[in-house]
């Protein structure tokens, strides 16, 4: 089955700066590739994803790139607010139906 | 609201017995997926229902555990003679497949179990 990798599992950046976490994939035959955000307590919400016939897309402070050729993709946070910090996490999915996740990025924007 | 819905939000239960969950999921998604999550993972896929089907269960879906979704609306997922390791977050999501965007499936905010 699918195997997501993610990296860092910690991450702390000033306010202002960016924000870049990276996820490699196992399986080839993935095609689209999910980014969730979770704050604490809330439920995992759909910030944006790319299909694989697509090497990046952006919307306003977020944007992920995809390698297929490496396997990895990432996601970009530029001018990160307080409101970023989250747990983040990668998915992929081989199927229309399966995703297969990531263990998680904690992003804190310190002030 | 209109998103995915799941209930009860949080559920103790003593190992053995048998609990139950209930998702709702976005009325015009005709597909509802389970997920756990445990501590400091990511979601892990379980089983899902395209209409009232299910199509695939994973082998994480021991035969305690059993979901239905009768009339291919809500859910129900139910865990019997709970052990100490079911204890988790078990989190719903839907989409619909016959959208111009298929794959992008919603989450509930979950339901936590916690078995003593």
């Known amino acids: 089955g699918e195997n997501v990798e993610q990296h860092p599992s910690t991450l702390s950046v000033q306010e202002g700066d960016s924000a870049v976490i990276k996820c490699t994939y196992s399986?080839?035959?993935?095609?689209?590739f999910p980014w969730y955000k979770q704050e604490l307590g809330k439920r995992p919400q759909l910030i944006i994803d790319i299909r694989s016939n697509v090497g990046e897309k952006k919307d306003q402070r977020i944007a992920v790139t995809l390698n297929k050729t490496a396997k990895h993709f990432s996601l970009h946070i530029t001018e990160t607010q307080p409101e970023d910090s989250a747990v983040y996490f990668c998915?992929?999915?081989?199927?229309?139906?399966?995703?297969?996740f990531g263990a998680g990025t904690t992003v804190t924007v310190r002030a | 609201d209109t998103g995915v819905s799941q209930d009860p939000r949080h559920k103790i239960t003593k190992r053995g017995q048998n609990v139950t969950f209930r998702c709702d999921p976005i009325s015009e998604h005709n597909r509802l997926y389970w997920y756990r999550q445990t501590l400091g993972q990511g979601p892990e896929f379980l089983t899902y229902?395209?209409?009232?089907?299910?199509?695939?269960k994973s082998r994480l879906l021991s035969d305690r555990f059993s979901a239905e979704r009768p009339k291919g609306s809500f859910s129900t997922l139910e865990i019997q003679r709970t052990e100490q390791g079911d204890s988790a977050m078990y989190l719903c999501?839907?989409?619909?497949?016959?959208?111009?965007?298929?794959?992008?499936?919603?989450f509930g905010p979950g339901t936590r179990l916690t078995v003593t």
């Open positions: 229902f395209q209409n009232e089907a299910q199509l695939e």
């Open positions: 999501a839907s989409s619909n497949a016959q959208a111009f965007q298929p794959y992008e499936q919603y």
């Open positions: 399986d080839s035959a993935s095609n689209y």
């Open positions: 998915a992929a999915s081989s199927t229309d139906y399966k995703l297969s």
